[in-house]
């Protein structure tokens, strides 16, 4: 079992930055790629960015040039810098993670952080 928590959504203008925190709990050392999703009201989830344990990054058309997805391994931490924001990027910011242990293969999810940019 992985056990995920969300921090930093907020309130943001059009335009500012934000950083989003994701820490990790539990068997940790299961995780493989690690990402963040979201959801905006009437829509279904989908991928901002995700990131491999060997730390490769990939993003989103409408994240790219303007996010970046970070990894602390160390600290079990997962980051999402967001700059330029939008507010067609407003939603619940989810962060996922995808477990291989034994050749089993899970997805857990964490609870979710609102992020709300006013225009």
């Known amino acids: 079992q992985v056990q995920l928590v969300e921090s930093g959504g907020g309130l943001v203008q059009a335009g500012d930055s934000l950083r989003l925190s994701c820490l990790a709990s539990g068997l940790t050392f299961s995780i493989k790629t690690m990402g963040w999703y979201r959801q905006a009201p009437g829509k279904e989830r989908e991928l901002v960015a995700q990131?491999?344990?060997?730390?490769?990054?990939t993003y989103a058309e409408f994240a790219k040039g303007r996010s970046t997805i970070s990894r602390d391994i160390a600290e079990d931490m997962l980051y999402l810098q967001m700059d330029s924001l939008k507010p067609e990027d407003a939603g619940i910011y989810y962060c996922?993670?995808?477990?291989?242990?034994?050749?089993?293969?899970?997805?857990?999810w964490g609870q979710g952080t609102q992020v709300t940019v006013s225009s």
């Open positions: 996922g993670a995808h477990t291989i242990v034994a050749g089993k293969e899970n997805d857990y």
């Open positions: 990131i491999t344990s060997t730390g490769t990054p």
